[in-house]
């Protein structure tokens, strides 16, 4: 039997500008995350501390808010307690990116906000389980209400 035009049509690749579009429509963040913004300290041995604002946090890692990021490959330490609980969290992170957002307030005025972005690799005592506890509790509490 000969094959069907659109079952030939199916297995072409796409053109590169469908597969980009494809690849922006997917988040390919698993970990469950909460935007919110909360106060963070940040302290470097190079840098010092540096109280800032978190704007989006998961158990892989955190964006902060910091009017002069810090090198790209800076180790610091997050020290935080999320918005449902008064349990302090510290982390240890490297600095992997820095980013210059654009966006508009509730009153659609133009504002933007600079800051960094930080990878999670050790925490201290129990912080992570606390971590995923909270983004869990937020998670429901925002589903049900």
Known sequence: MPPR????????PAAPLARIALARRRDKRTAL???NA?????SSEIFGDTPAIARNISEGGIFVELPEPLPLGSEVRVRFSTPDS???IVARGE???????????????????????????????????????????????????
């Open 33 to 35: 995350r909460f935007d």
């Open 95 to 145: 600095v992997k990116g820095h980013y210059y957002l654009n966006y508009a307030d509730r009153q659609q005025s133009p504002r933007s906000l600079v800051g960094m972005g930080v990878r999670f690799y050790a925490f201290e005592q129990d912080g992570q389980e606390m971590l995923g506890l909270s983004l869990t509790r937020m998670k429901t509490t925002r589903t049900t209400h």
């Open 5 to 12: 035009p659109n079952a030939a049509r199916a297995q072409r």
């Open 86 to 88: 008064d349990a302090e």
């Open 38 to 42: 909360f106060p963070v300290d940040i």
